[in-house]
């Protein structure tokens, strides 16, 4: 009789918090983000990146950016323009209040290990642990799947990532010393990052 | 290849457990009421990319809503990427995914036809059976005008579709891979509107691939009832540079097939001699939206409220997907997805006398130019006056292997997002 009483108010309680997934507002809003970013931006794939716990400032400043075509992704483009339609800071607050989980696309044990000697150099702005720096937007590149990763640093390299953007130049000097299969290194070591 | 393998699929998504879910597979048996409706409920008819999210998201937004989702089919096989089990660069088995996810999320599935749909009553007719509605969810997908083309009806077991993946797929393959060298692939492609505007032309990309590479002395002529390549023409025809062993022939219709003679005709009478051919017919709205006059005047699609995918013939009737027509979208599986997730929140929304939200759908087609490149094609729409309006097309710069790379990504969310 207790353990029935007790269930009947486990559930109750549960009940009353609206616990739906979609009940979150933005969430109904980031409906078709999950076609390429997964449920609750938490990406299954390695060329998607995971979206769950964007801080909302990060966030804006990359819709804003595709929306403008300073940072040129055919698919993000239109998905940006959308966002902005819709309301960019209800779909930030969303996907920053979801819990990042890290990706579960795996890597080499040896290339996480060439990584993490190369990623010293990446420390003074993503901090020694890749974890970022929330109020210079320097985005927590840890758990991102590698392939993602690995893309993005190559855009910085070549320029093609928010070209001209002042507050970047370090970050892409930086890269243009780097060679690319250490890329696939770095990415390795920060996505097995936890 | 990232091929991706059906268990690691399943692992990926976290699905384990079954739970739940009414064991279907009892077709037949059932007479009168055969679930007895105790709270309110959803039943969807069609378990494909528009069906399957819509139950599942019902769920989501709504657990305490019962849903019951009816597809005579045991296993989904997705159609997007089945082009390249023609040129054998993916098996049919990394596209073919079961139903145990939506189970999970408390759907009945039940592994049955839906019959008749009976809206005064508000109900779904299962042979002897029904199951009473509240809401009614329709995503049949297309079925094929046989009759438009002479010769195709009696002949549908050796003039292959291979237009809803699955074994027409494998067949299909078969065929292309024991035809000679130096023999003809004809390919025929109907008029618009048909299932997945840029489809036949990422087959035909994969079919001349699969030639070039194996039977170079052979030819691929593509007979297209359109004036001009209907989606991304730039690209494919770039892409198609590297194919000399294309013949594609504009607003070339086919009207009739002759599997004895190996030809095909055209309306203007020309005859084309192939080895294989690969006849993808005229399209309209599933049976069931035809034979519960969900279709227009035309006789084919399906006319809908642009926010909450209503009939605009039947209250409490939805219908989603590529049996829809009149808004400006492709019949994409993206497409289906979107309009499933939206229909699912709209519905919830109705059956709690709520007003549901404005919600856009959104669109992204790849499509694969030979074993490791594709491009790509993105929509992103708005509401504007109670209709969806585009805000923008973009397509890639040009074909690549990181586009490729992309799509294998999006393949991976939405398949997870449909019934994971
Ligand atoms: C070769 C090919 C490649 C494609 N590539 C892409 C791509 O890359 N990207 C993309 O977005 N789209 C692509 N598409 C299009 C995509 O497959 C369709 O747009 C999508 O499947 C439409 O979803 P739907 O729910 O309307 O129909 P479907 O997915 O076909 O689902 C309909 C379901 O309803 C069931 N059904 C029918 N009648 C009944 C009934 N009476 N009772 C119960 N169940 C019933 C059927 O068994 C079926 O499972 C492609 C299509 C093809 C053929």
């Known amino acids: ?194 | 290849m990232t091929g991706i393998t059906r268990r690691e699929f399943l692992r990926a998504s976290g699905v384990g457990m079954v739970v739940g879910g009414l064991a279907g597979g009892c077709a037949g048996a059932a007479r009168g009421d055969m679930a007895p409706k105790t709270g309110r409920r959803v039943v969807v008819i069609g378990g494909g990319w528009g069906g399957a999210t819509a139950a599942k998201y019902v769920r989501l937004a709504d657990p305490s809503i019962e849903v019951i989702l009816l597809e005579p089919n045991r296993t989904f096989v997705s159609c997007p990427f089945s082009n390249l089990v023609l040129s054998g660069v993916r098996t049919i088995d990394s596209l073919t995914f079961d139903y145990r996810g939506l189970r999970r999320h408390g759907v009945s599935v039940r592994h049955e036809a839906a019959t008749a749909i009976e809206p005064e009553t508000r109900r779904v007719r299962v042979g002897e059976g029904y199951l009473q509605y509240d809401r009614l969810i329709v995503s049949p997908g297309v079925e094929f005008q046989w009759e438009q083309v002479e010769g195709l009806a009696e002949n549908q077991d050796k003039v292959l579709h291979a237009w809803k993946a699955g074994p027409q797929t494998v067949q299909l393959a078969a065929q292309l891979g024991s035809m000679p060298d130096g023999g003809v692939f004809v390919l025929t492609i109907p008029p618009a509107a048909y299932r997945c505007p840029p489809g036949p032309y990422e087959r035909t990309c994969q079919v001349a691939w699969y030639l070039k590479n194996n039977k170079p002395k052979s030819k691929l002529i593509v007979l297209d009832a359109n004036q001009n390549i209907i989606s991304k023409a730039g690209l494919f025809r770039a892409a198609w540079r590297d194919y000399p062993n294309i013949d594609y022939r504009a607003s070339n219709k086919v009207v009739k097939v002759d599997p004895s003679g190996r030809e095909v005709a055209t309306d203007f009478g020309d005859k084309v001699k192939y080895d294989v051919v690969n006849l993808i017919p005229p399209q309209r709205a599933g049976t069931i939206a035809v034979q519960a006059d969900l279709v227009g005047a035309d006789k084919r699609w399906c006319e809908v409220n642009h926010l909450t995918y209503e009939s605009v013939k039947h209250r409490d009737i939805h219908v989603i997907g590529d049996s829809t027509i009149g808004l400006p979208v492709p019949k994409s599986g993206n497409i289906a997805n979107a309009m499933g997730k939206i229909c699912a929140v709209a519905v919830v929304h109705l059956l709690d006398g709520k007003q549901p939200p404005a919600l856009p759908p959104g669109n992204t087609c790849y499509s694969w130019v030979n074993d490791r490149e594709a491009i790509a094609v993105v929509n992103a729409y708005k509401i504007d006056g109670g209709k969806v309006v585009q805000i923008e097309q973009k397509l890639t710069p040009g074909q690549s292997v990181a586009v490729a790379q992309n799509a294998v990504g999006w393949a991976t969310s939405i398949w997870n997002d449909i019934l994971g």
């Open chain 1, 1 to 194: 009789m207790r353990i029935a009483l007790t269930l009947v108010f486990i559930l109750a309680v549960a009940g009353a918090a609206g616990a739906g997934p979609l009940d979150a507002p933005g969430a109904t809003k980031a409906l078709n983000c999950a076609a390429c970013h997964g449920p609750s931006g938490q990406s299954p794939s390695d060329a998607m990146p995971i979206l769950a716990g964007l801080w909302p400032e990060y966030f804006k400043k990359a819709i804003q950016d595709y929306a403008a075509g300073r940072r040129p992704s055919p698919e993000m483009e239109p998905y940006a323009k959308q966002v902005l339609e819709l309301g960019v800071d209800d779909v930030a607050a969303y996907f920053a209040s979801q819990q990042r989980a890290s990706t579960k696309v795996k890597v080499d044990a040896a290339a996480v290990e060439r990584g993490r000697a190369a990623a010293q150099q990446c420390a003074v702005c993503h901090g020694s642990e890749g974890k970022g720096d929330r109020a210079k937007l320097i985005p927590d590149i840890t758990g991102q799947p590698p392939g993602y990763l690995r893309t993005q640093m190559l855009l910085f390299k070549e320029d093609r990532r928010s070209p001209g953007d002042e507050r970047l130049k370090a970050l892409k000097a930086l890269m243009k010393t780097i060679p690319d299969e250490t890329f696939a290194d770095l990415a390795a070591y920060f996505s097995s990052v936890r």
